[in-house]
Nanobody, 120 residues
Framework: QVQLVESGGGLVQAGGSLRLSCAAS????????MGWFRQAPGKEREFVAS????????IYTDFVKGRFTISRDNGKNTVYLQMDRLKPEDTAVYYC?????????????WGEGTQVTISS
C-alpha cells in the first residue's frame, strides 16, 4: 500500500514553468513505477509521463516531449514533474500514480491531484 500526495500546482502565464511534486508514504517507494497523468475539464484522464523504479524506462506522451521532465528521488520518496514552456492547453488536474509493475498499463495507486492553470 502506498499513499500519494501531489503539490506544486498553481496559476502561471503561458511560457512559464511549474514543478510538481508527489510525495509517497511507505518504505517501498523505490520498488514502484511512478506516473503522471492529467485530466482537463470535460476530457478523459490522459497519460503524461512515467519513470521506472530505477529511474529508467522514462516515457513521455508526445505533447509534452521536450517541455516536461519527470524525475524521482528514492531517498526522499518523491517523484517530480518539471513543466516548462507551459501552454494554456496544459491546464488540467495533474495526478500522480504508482504501480509495482515495470511497465504498467494501469496504475494501482493514485493521488488526489493538483490543479494547474495556464493563462494565455
Amino acid at each position: 500500500q502506498v499513499q500519494l500526495v501531489e503539490s506544486g500546482g498553481g496559476l502561471v502565464q503561458a511560457g512559464g514553468s511549474l514543478r510538481l511534486s508527489c510525495a509517497a508514504s511507505g518504505r517501498t517507494f523505490s520498488m514502484y513505477t511512478m506516473g503522471w497523468f492529467r485530466q482537463a475539464p470535460g476530457k478523459e484522464r490522459e497519460f503524461v509521463a512515467s519513470v521506472a523504479w530505477n529511474g529508467g524506462n522514462i516515457i513521455y506522451t508526445d505533447f509534452v516531449k521536450g517541455r516536461f521532465t519527470i524525475s524521482r528521488d528514492n531517498g526522499k520518496n518523491t517523484v517530480y514533474l518539471q513543466m516548462d514552456r507551459l501552454k494554456p492547453e496544459d491546464t488540467a488536474v495533474y495526478y500522480c500514480a504508482a504501480d509495482r509493475r515495470y511497465s504498467p498499463s494501469d496504475y494501482a495507486y493514485w493521488g488526489e491531484g493538483t490543479q494547474v492553470t495556464i493563462s494565455s
